[in-house]
């Protein structure tokens, strides 16, 4: 099988230029395993050549990184390196990611003899399309996903903070396995649910509540991204009812999922469900995004005028329907899906029905 570095390195010449810096430190950890910080280094990528170029709190790191591609030099000027470096490999042309800080590329632009030319996603559209290897640790997120939540339901009581919910399921995940939170969870009950992104409050959950939980945790590198909303003693009717239209949006949107069907069009499937039952202002952001090693992967979203989004084997998107009523609540459900030929795999098997946990 082709390497991820060999796969750049033959991309080279077709993108008209002698080399590849990688600055991104997600995106030097896809192509070679080695995990550097981002800022403490890059990773030089030529025809024929893999440079890893850090500093020397790097080098037992580095004495213990087994690879056949890779080599690493240490530096205590790691760009005036590079330019010494790309004069010696004849780089007279060398790309480098638009996310590089403009102070860099300024520092860059004062140093360097080669031509620079900025490329936009070149390593994160590589990332879009999981290898077995990554789907199987992205099916172990969300298992461990699965586990948690379960947990966290045991734990719901009427007169618990939102805050302390957040604390219980921090300490549970990274006590099972999980690395990190890939973004800071979201318990919301109440009114607060009624926020797509509403920050773990020191609200108390009450009787009647509904409250939604949105947490997504790195394990081996991966992180799923999972929502589910549950009920806490007697639930609003029109809840139950908007909890019924969620859900079921969410399940045409994922009965649809096809190697080659665009953004909007799968996006229309569950938004048109939310929009005929009458709550389509309530409905105010995209149906899902991209994860793999980030919480945001390519596509950054798809939902109406999305058309430029075309799905493709193996990607693994979410599907994130949900309703906001204010001063009443929220419903949000999110899974986490693969693209495959042979239909959608739902990876979060956490259950969807209502769930009402009592006193």
Not at 145 to 165: D, K, M, Q
Request: net charge negative; glycine share 10%; with cysteine.
């Amino acid at each position: 099988m082709t390497s991820r570095i060999k796969k750049v390195q033959q991309r080279l010449a077709k993108l008209y230029i002698d080399a590849l810096m990688v600055t991104d430190q997600t995106n030097i950890y896809y192509l070679t395993g080695f995990n550097l910080m981002q800022g403490d280094g890059f990773l030089l990528i030529t025809a024929d050549r893999a440079i890893i170029v850090t500093d020397a709190r790097y080098a037992l790191a580095l004495r213990e990184f087994d690879s056949d591609e890779v080599v690493a030099t240490i530096s205590q000027d790691y760009y005036g390196d590079l330019n010494r470096l790309c004069q010696g490999l004849q780089v007279t042309v060398l790309g480098y990611e638009s996310t590089l800080p403009y102070r860099l590329f300024d520092l860059l632009d004062e140093t360097m003899t080669a031509d620079l030319v900025p490329f936009d996603h070149l390593i994160e559209k590589m990332r879009m399309v999981k290898d077995s290897g990554e789907l199987a640790k992205l099916q172990r997120a969300a298992e461990l996903h699965t586990a948690g939540f379960n947990y966290l339901l045991s734990e719901v009581r009427p007169g618990i903070s939102e805050r302390h919910l957040v604390n219980l399921l921090d300490f549970w995940m990274k006590e099972h396995g999980a690395s990190r939170a890939s973004f800071p969870t979201i318990v919301a009950s109440g009114e607060n649910s009624a926020k797509p992104h509403a920050t773990a409050s020191k609200k108390l959950v009450e009787d009647g509540d509904i409250v939604t939980l949105d947490f997504g945790y790195f394990v081996d590198g991966y992180t799923a991204d999972m929502t589910r909303t549950f009920g806490v003693g007697s639930v609003d009717p029109e809840l139950r009812d908007v909890y019924q239209i969620v859900n079921t949006a969410r399940q045409a949107v994922i009965d649809h999922f096809r190697v080659g069907i665009h953004g909007d069009q799968l996006d229309q499937y569950g938004r048109s469900l939310i929009e005929e039952a009458g709550y389509g202002d309530e409905f105010n952001h995209g149906m899902g995004h991209g994860i793999g090693l980030g919480v945001h992967e390519l596509p950054a979203s798809y939902g109406p005028g999305t058309h430029d989004v075309k799905l493709v084997n193996n990607e693994v998107l979410t599907v994130e329907p949900g309703i906001y009523i204010p001063e009443i609540g929220g419903v949000r459900i999110e899974d986490d899906v693969v693209v495959t030929h042979g239909g959608p795999q739902v990876l979060t098997t956490a259950p969807t029905e209502l769930i009402i946990v009592e006193d």
